[in-house]
């Protein structure tokens, strides 16, 4: 059981590049959340899914693309790098929604991403 | 809108020493109330939560938080702290009707020998 993974750890890109964070978990949990954390600022989140086929933005989804085809995988996709996006991504999962007292959401080990 | 001010950025204290981290939401309803703990270069890990009933959460590494709703608080605390507390620690608030969490912008806490 290999809990939340995301691929790959750190990553360089130039501004205008486009390119995909992985996350995969393999706990057959329904719901998956991409956050970004910025110093300073806590984590902010960017899009969730409640299961495969449905998506949902959150805080600050701009600049983010998902899509969620099976259960296990929830792919961010940034579509033209630019310098704001510099962060640490997290991906989350849960087997019911996080706000449910009945499990706990599970953090990756996060992807820094640095946009030159 | 439905925020999470946690006042203190850093906080140092020496090591057995007791530790109180603050937070404080904005909230119409009873929130859903969590506290993260993440060490450096890691992901974060639930230490406790409350959706209601008793208003003091246990939690692990003997973290306990207390509920005032008076207050809007649920801060965090230990009776005395270990080098291996050492970390950032988020307080985030809930809602009941959607997968959704809001977080802190999270206090550093470093441990004095």
């Known amino acids: 059981n290999a809990g939340v993974t995301q691929t790959p750890k750190f990553q360089v890109l130039k501004t205008g590049q486009s390119m995909t964070l992985q996350c995969a978990q393999d706990?057959?949990?329904?719901?998956m959340s991409w956050y970004r954390q910025d110093p300073g600022m806590g984590l902010r989140l960017i899009h969730y899914s409640v299961g495969a086929g449905i998506t949902d933005q959150g805080e600050v989804p701009n600049g983010y693309n998902v899509s969620r085809s099976t259960t296990e995988d929830f792919p961010l996709r940034l579509l033209s790098a630019a310098p704001s996006q510099t962060s640490v991504y997290f991906c989350?999962?849960?087997?019911?929604?996080?706000?449910?007292?009945?499990?706990?959401?599970?953090f990756g080990p996060g992807t820094r991403l640095t946009v030159l | 809108a439905q925020s999470v001010t946690q006042p203190d950025i850093h906080i140092t204290v020496s090591e057995g020493a007791s530790l109180e981290l603050r937070c404080n939401y904005s909230y119409g309803a009873t929130p859903y109330l969590f506290w993260y703990v993440q060490s450096p270069g890691q992901g974060l890990q639930l230490l406790l939560k409350y959706f209601s009933g008793d208003t003091l959460v246990q939690g692990i590494k003997g973290f306990e938080a207390e509920f005032k709703r008076s207050q809007s608080s649920f801060n965090l605390r230990k009776p005395s702290v270990h080098w291996s507390d050492a970390a950032e620690y988020f307080c985030a608030v809930g809602y009941s009707s959607a997968s959704k969490i809001i977080f802190g912008s999270g206090t550093r806490l470093s441990i004095r020998p």
């Open positions: 989350a999962s849960s087997y019911v929604p996080a706000t449910s007292l009945a499990d706990t959401q599970y």
């Open positions: 706990m057959n949990h329904e719901y």
